[in-house]
């Protein structure tokens, strides 16, 4: 973790105030209280707008940022009450005004391919000519030509995309991502993609959690090989998985486990192997077709199984078995992608609420199956085509992601010691973030007690 003060956006240098009080706001949405499942996956801890006959009506709700921290949430005067029995100088807390928007905790995006080369516009064309996702790949498109891609791209080159499309992200209000590898599938580029990401987080404001992904497919070297799956997938727990661990960027291992791409058996030899040098697992699930891979993120408590859009009966019963244990199972779900591969079928979010199971939902970002940098587009998608409502949505993209990366302890809500990462925005309710899909809703970003958006 970086400290809260760093110098960003072109270095700017000026010594900022060590406090910030967010006055002004008709809502806000705290999301205390931990991860979200089943009914709870809706709370989304509103205040405000506070009733007229409230002492406290007039100034409003607020957040109190101390030192890159939240000091404190509520009606103002309690707040500021609070504060200064506590010591806190208030004269040295500026004034940031939400001028009637909501407020709620930075949005974290758990499940971004961030860095890769070229593009696949192509692919769009294709599909509305009927090709399916695994036609293309066999045809050596879909990931294998980004594969082709990113080999060739430099770091400085990769760095130069990442940076233009975290800027896209922190405009819709993200604070937090996890990036994948995956377009190396070779242990040299592998480690430059984790290696960027963790730059890219260095660099700031947005953090990025790198995570390995080298059994993403099977590279074109091994394919024509009669036995280049297995010989892939010991290439990967025998070369790469050493290699990444000694490197010492990676916070997770990833797995593609889906019919035609790795099997579960595989999965969990190169799950369980990472496990073994410190990776956490989490996994590419039933993205297509039912494989085993909810059962086997339950099986080996994966933090996060990720797309669930065709998951088997026994893979939904596990996930809700799991949720009840102190290491719940975060569903992923990706709905962005679904509906940029024009499928009719959608991942059960509802099932998996009924049954207790905490949803998260990221963009997917990547260059073939969802190119879009914007978690509220996904947040929109998740309302229309998996039936959440906006605040079950809201939970998804805070608290519950914070959760897919092992990070809620950290970020996901705006609660006192947490980190003060903060989106203001246009609106005046969380209802109507997805409600405006694809506009620029997002008046100014806190990350870490410093603004670091404000339009
Ligand atoms: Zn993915």
Redesign the pocket.
């Known amino acids: 973790m970086s400290s809260p003060f760093r110098v960003i956006e072109g270095g700017r240098s000026e010594e900022p105030s060590p406090g910030l009080l967010i006055v002004g706001a008709t809502e806000i949405a705290t999301m205390a209280g931990g991860v979200r499942s089943g009914p709870s996956q809706g709370e989304i801890g509103r205040i405000g707008p506070i009733p007229a006959d409230d002492p406290s009506s007039a100034d409003g709700p607020v957040v109190a940022c101390w030192e890159g921290r939240i000091a404190a949430v509520g009606p103002r005067s309690k707040v500021e009450a609070a504060l200064a029995a506590e010591g806190y100088p208030l004269g040295r807390f500026a004034r940031v005004d939400a001028a009637g928007g909501v407020v709620t905790p930075g949005l974290i995006d758990p499940?971004?391919?961030l860095l890769f080369g070229g593009s696949r516009e192509n692919e769009l064309i294709l599909r509305q000519r009927g090709a399916g996702y695994m036609e293309i790949l066999a045809a050596g498109g879909g990931i294998l030509s980004t594969v082709a891609a990113t080999r060739e791209a430099s770091a400085e080159t990769l760095a130069a995309h990442g940076r233009r499309w975290l800027d896209e992200m922190l405009g819709h209000g993200v604070t937090t991502i996890e990036a994948?590898s995956?377009y190396g599938l070779d242990l040299e580029t592998e480690i430059r993609l984790i290696q960027v990401a963790w730059d890219l987080g260095r660099e700031g404001p947005i953090d990025v959690v790198p995570t390995y992904?080298g059994a993403h497919a099977v590279p074109a070297e091994y394919r024509a090989r009669p036995d280049g799956v297995e010989a892939y997938v010991r290439s990967v727990i025998e070369e790469q998985l050493p290699g990444v661990a000694a490197h010492g960027r990676a916070r997770f291992c990833?797995v593609?486990c889906e019919e035609g791409v790795f099997s579960a058996d595989q999965s969990r030899r190169i799950l369980q192997a990472a496990e073994a040098y410190g990776l956490t697992p989490r996994l590419?699930a039933d993205?297509l077709v039912p494989s085993g891979g909810a059962e086997l993120a339950a099986e080996i408590g994966a933090a996060s199984a990720?797309?669930l859009a065709a998951p088997s009966a026994a893979g939904m019963d596990a996930l809700a078995v799991a949720a009840t244990t102190d290491r719940p199972v975060v569903a992923t779900l990706?709905p962005a992608?679904t509906w940029f591969l024009m499928k009719e079928h959608h991942a059960p979010a509802r099932a998996f609420i009924d049954r207790g199971v905490p949803v998260a939902i990221g963009t997917?970002f990547?260059p073939g199956?969802?190119p879009t940098a914007s978690l509220p587009l996904a947040m929109t998608a998740a309302c229309l085509n998996l039936r959440m409502t906006p605040d079950e949505v809201l939970a998804a993209v805070t608290i519950n992601a914070a959760r897919a990366l092992l990070l809620e302890d950290e970020i996901g809500s705006l609660e006192p010691g947490k980190a003060a990462d903060v989106v203001i925005w246009k609106v005046p309710t969380t209802s109507q973030i997805p409600y405006w899909p694809g506009a620029d809703l997002v008046r100014t970003v806190i990350k870490r007690g410093r603004i670091v958006l404000d339009r």
């Open positions: 499940h971004t391919h994948k995956g992904l990833d593609f590419h993205e990720d797309h990706l992608t997917d990547n199956t969802s």
